[in-house]
Every structure is written in C-alpha cells, then in structure tokens.
C-alpha cells in the first residue's frame, strides 16, 4: 500500500484506525477477527499475551468474550482452571463454559448453546506461567506455588485493565473449578488487599463462585473413597478398611502414602477395582478410546463419541484443534515460537506440591467478611472432588462463622426438573448440587450449570419451585 500524501487522506487514515480499534477502545492488535471453522456471532473475542514480568520475559495468555448481548451491561467474570497446571482456555472456554465447542473433525467449532457468555463477559487465562501458551524466558519461573501464582494473577488483572479500561469499575465475578479452590480465593485475597491500600482504583468484586473445588486436602481425599463405597463402586470390606485404617491428617500430595501398610493396601485395592475404564471425574460418563479417536483426526473423521448427550472425546479434538497452526494465528498465540505442543494440562511446569496442604477455610471465611457471597457447587457424578467433602467443609465454615441457615437444604429446579440440591448460610454462603454433572460442571450438564452461574451473577437463588407445579 502507498502512503497518503495529503491531509485528506490523513484524517480517513486517523479514522480507519478508529473503525478498527473500536468505540470502546479495547486493543485492535488482540481483535480475534474468526477463529477457522467458526459460526458466525454477533459478538467480539479478544486474545493475545500480558506482560507480567518484562524482566523475565514471563507472559500470560489470555481469552476474552463479550457477552452475547448487550455486553456494556453485563458483569466481568473471570474463570480459572485448575490442576494445578490446566489451561483454563482448553478447558473453561473450548469444553465447558465457553461460546465455542470443537467438532468432531478436529478442525472447526460448534456454538455451545448454554455459554455463559449469555450471562456475563468472560476471561479466561492460562495461569500459572508455564501453561499452555503462557511462557517465561527465564527457566525458574517454571517453578510455581500458590503465592507466586497469585501475585502474577494480581499483576495480570492491573495490566488487563490497561488493555480495556472500560471494564475496570464492571462488577468482578471470580469462578473457576477443581484446585482453583486454591487459585481463586488466594486470588481475591490478594485483591481485596490492593483494595484495602489503594487510595485510588479498586476491583470490584461482587462474588466468588468454584466448582468442586480443593479446600482441605486431608477432608477431600477420603470423600473420593467415601463416594467410591456409596456408589458400589467398592465392596464393604475394602471401604471400611479405609475408613478405619486409614489417617489422612497426615495426606500430602507430595508423599500422599505416608500412612499404614494396611491402608495403603486398601487404597490400592480400591483403585484396581475402580478399574481404568472409569472416568473418575465423571463416574457415569463412558470413556473415550484415544489411539481410536487421534486415528480418525489424521483420516479427517468424524470422531465425535457421544455418551448421555455429551461428547466424550471433546478433549482429543480441542487439542488436535490448538495445535493447528491456523488456529494459534488467529488467537495471537504462542507467540514465540514454543519447543512443545500445546496440551491442556502443562508438562513444563513444576508446582510446590507442599501447597496442596493449605487450609483455605480462614481464606473463604475473610473473604465473607469482607460482605463478598461465595457459593460453591459441586456436579454430584465427581469422585475427585466430591460434594461429600465439600459440603462438609461449608457447613463447617458456615458454623465458624456463626452463619445461621438461610435457605434448609433443599432441591432446586430447572426445567420443571430437580437441578441439584441446594442450602445458604446467613445470606452470603451457599452450596449447591448439580444433579448428573461431572467435575467440570458446565460441560456435563450446561443448562444446570447456566442456570445456577446467572442465578449467582444476578445475586437470585436457586428456584425451589417448578413453574408451574406438575400436574
């Protein structure tokens, strides 16, 4: 193109450059103008890197949607994955939550009809460093903890802000699932300290929701074998062994064996049984054959496996689908050209193992203090983390905090359906069942899962209703 010689040409220049960056003023350069095999849609994405530490070199990658109508209007709402170590983009916007699932063919997008982007603008960051295509060009700050993670979360959403200013006083929502029990209220903590000693800009944060969420260690463990026994998934003898035998007080995850021979054996025994044709994660979900379905990526297949509605392999196509170059053209991604494919769950990364044992109760319990509402759902089909763990530790916090109950435990519905099972202590703690989901709740049962983030997001409870009433 030639240059504009004239004044005239000058100001259509200016105004160009205007058309393309927008009334809002949100970042041209991280416009994601189609992604390939995508629907049309009427709203914007945005995708690039943030500069955490330009010393360093270390970077996080991010995904933000608008909502899908009337965007100036709707909240912020952030949403972490966990692992720790797990893409949040991978997971939370191509599998669960997101506008866009992967086809079948490994090479193109279907909507996901109960994104909930109807609800909200959402951001999605591959966090820590080291995940996905979140990188650092300095090899130690592949060695991450709780608080490092934190802090660079706390330095990514300062620098965000400068990307779209326009969002910086938008009521915050922080959401996210599995150990981001650990990622999202040590990252609230961190904020409402800038807030507590900032004069001048402050996050406002409206709520915390974390689904299935790692809040004790030693209490989560022994739920999964709890769930194991009570869905018949383990016989009495073996169940009780461990129940008996066995003291997770002293349960780490960087030496999770520390404790009788005998239970250790009942452990083990448990996992046999259990058996590798389970998906522990969603124990009434079939599983996926890889070599089978990779097979028919290459042959440009179809491949899609479809289990109660949900398509079982969608996690080998997402990652046939990020490692096409087109694809990683067209979100501004790895940008420097990184040694290793992208994959949902990071093998770069090394995590303080020790940090798994953080009690995040007196976490939850100041964030409460501080009038923020938290809810914490549980899909009821998850041995990992289950709602038996859960619910206890709420109550628990519930009880620390001299919460009275608000809401008896009760169902709630959706669609003239039981949703899930539902109760709230003193207006601001709420736990929530999702009948039928899975850890990752939204992708085994979106509607629920919708249903239950615009209640949250609105600051409405669940229905305890059908309307109308059944006949």
């Not at 095999?37 to 990658?61: C, E, H, I, M, T």
């Not at 990020?322 to 040694?339: D, G, I, S």
Request: hydrophobic fraction near 40%; aromatic fraction near 12%; charge should be negative.
């Amino acid at each position: 193109m030639g240059r504009w010689n004239d004044f005239g040409g000058v100001l259509l220049s200016i105004a160009l450059v205007v058309v393309v960056v927008g009334v809002k003023g949100y970042p041209a350069e991280d416009l994601v103008v189609k992604l390939p095999g995508q629907p049309p849609v009427g709203f914007k994405q945005y995708a690039g890197y943030v500069d955490v530490d330009v010393n360093a070199g270390r970077s996080l990658f991010y995904y933000f949607v608008e909502a899908d109508k009337d965007p100036d209007n709707k909240p912020l709402t952030l949403w972490l994955n966990g692992g720790p170590g797990c893409s949040s983009v991978g997971g939370g916007a191509f599998t669960e939550l997101g506008p866009f699932y992967p086809r079948g063919d490994g090479r193109s997008l279907r909507m996901n009809t109960m994104s909930w982007n109807k609800a909200s603008n959402l951001l999605f960051v591959e966090s820590p460093v080291g995940v996905g295509w979140s990188y650092s060009n300095t090899s130690s700050d592949l060695n991450r903890g709780d608080a490092s993670t934190a802090k660079d979360m706390y330095i990514f959403m300062m620098k965000w802000y400068e990307k779209f200013p326009e969002l910086k006083t938008r009521e915050l929502f922080l959401t996210g699932e599995s150990y981001a029990g650990h990622y999202i209220p040590q990252l609230a903590d961190v904020l409402l300290d800038h807030n507590a000693h900032s004069s001048g800009f402050k996050f406002n944060i409206k709520g915390v929701a974390i689904g299935n969420p790692l809040l004790r260690l030693d209490r989560d463990v022994p739920a999964t074998y709890e769930f194991f026994w009570s869905h018949g998934m383990i016989s009495d003898e073996v169940g009780l062994t461990i129940m008996n035998e066995c003291d997770f007080d002293d349960y780490t995850f960087d030496s999770p064996h520390n404790v009788s021979l005998s239970c250790n054996k009942a452990i083990a025994e448990a996992n046999v049984i259990v058996g590798d044709y389970i998906n522990n994660y969603d124990v009434i979900l079939d599983v996926c054959y890889p070599s089978i379905v990779e097979q028919e990526l290459r042959l440009r297949k179809m491949a899609t496996k479809i289990s109660v509605g949900v398509d079982v392999c969608m996690s080998y196509e997402r990652l046939f689908y990020f490692n096409l170059p087109e694809v990683q053209r067209a979100l501004h991604a790895n940008r420097t050209k990184l040694p290793y494919p992208w994959s949902m769950c990071s093998g770069q990364l090394s995590y303080n193992d020790m940090d798994g044992n953080i009690n995040i109760l007196p976490i939850l319990k100041k964030i409460i203090q501080n009038g923020i509402p938290i809810w914490i759902f549980s899909g009821d089909q998850d041995s990992v983390v289950p709602l038996l763990g859960s619910r206890t530790l709420v109550r628990e916090l519930a009880h620390d905090l001299k919460f009275k109950i608000t809401v008896p435990y009760g169902a709630w519905f959706h669609k003239h359906q039981v949703g899930g099972w539902v109760t709230e202590y003193g207006n601001l703690l709420t736990f929530a069942t999702v009948r039928g989901a899975a850890h990752m709740v939204p992708f085994a049962q979106p509607s629920r899962a919708l249903h239950l983030f615009s209640s949250f997001v609105n600051g409405r409870r669940l229905p305890n209703s059908t309307h109308p009433p059944l006949s």
